[in-house]
Nanobody, 121 residues
Framework: QVQLVESGGGLVHTGGSLRLSCAASGIIFSRYAMYAMEWHRQAPGNQRELVARITSGGDRNYADSVKGRFTISRDNLKNMVYLQMNSLKPEDTAVYHC????????????WGQGTQVTVSS
């Protein structure tokens, strides 16, 4: 059973930084490396939105709202994906979820339970 567990959330002031981590278990690293990994966030009353994505080949994409402030990275040998968040704003407040997007031909994708990020003004 594949599980994704996020960590690193917390309370920070405007302009501060946080680094989120997502650990995948129940999957060998060579298979994990085939998944595109994503960070999504959901604020109260809002729909879940894609924040950042890194493909199996290392290509990165970001939501316009976080470009230049957030950086996604991955360590396939450790089954980890990270989100470095700098220059945080109150509008970044949300629950951040890790998502393993299944490659073509794979059966399932996976979600973590989320970690709360709160940015105070």
């Amino acid at each position: 059973q594949v599980q994704l567990v996020e960590s690193g959330g917390g309370l920070v002031h405007t302009g501060g930084s946080l680094r989120l981590s997502c650990a995948a278990s129940g999957i060998i690293f060579s298979r994990y490396a085939m998944y595109a990994m994503e960070w999504h966030r959901q604020a109260p009353g809002n729909q879940r939105e894609l924040v950042a994505r890194i493909t199996s080949g290392g290509d990165r994409n970001y939501a316009d709202s976080v470009k230049g402030r957030f950086t996604i990275s991955r360590d396939n040998l450790k089954n980890m994906v990270y989100l470095q968040m700098n220059s945080l704003k109150p509008e970044d407040t949300a629950v951040y979820h890790c998502h393993a997007a299944k490659p073509a031909g794979f059966a399932s994708d996976y979600w973590g339970q989320g970690t709360q990020v709160t940015v105070s003004s």
